[in-house]
């Protein structure tokens, strides 16, 4: 399983950032799908997941300003994310129920420790 995220820059509080993740290794379709992110010196947690059949989950942080999405075409999910503010400051890791399981339980680790990351810095 490889997922590499890119899009992350620095932006300034109220822009947008797209952020993407280019997958391979794994039966993509039947796959559910998310985001993760981690500040400095805090924990690694779930922004937001896309099940197979597009059923989609939102941490109330990012509810109304991220969007999720897939294609399964292109083995490719994005992260649309609006009115970006300061707290949204992270590292961002996609990840798939194929590499770690149940993406729930993931939330919350001391650590998000599968891949290198997109990082995202927004100014006040």
């Known amino acids: 399983v490889e997922l590499v995220e890119s899009g992350g820059g620095s932006v300034q509080a109220g822009g947008s950032l797209r952020l993407s993740c280019t997958t391979s290794g794994f039966t993509f379709a039947d796959s559910t799908m998310g985001w993760f992110r981690q500040a400095p010196d805090e924990e690694c947690r779930l922004v937001s997941t896309?099940?197979?059949?597009?059923?989609?989950y939102y941490s109330d942080s990012v509810k109304g300003r991220f969007t999720i999405a897939r294609d399964n075409a292109k083995k490719m999910i994005y992260l649309q994310m609006n009115s970006l503010e300061p707290e949204d400051t992270a590292m961002y890791y996609c990840?798939?129920?194929?590499?770690?399981?149940?993406?729930?339980?993931?939330?919350?680790?001391?650590?998000?420790?599968w891949g290198q990351g997109t990082q995202v810095t927004v100014s006040p």
């Open positions: 896309i099940t197979s059949d597009g059923t989609i």
């Open positions: 990840a798939s129920d194929k590499l770690l399981g149940e993406l729930t339980y993931m939330d919350k680790l001391y650590r998000c420790y």
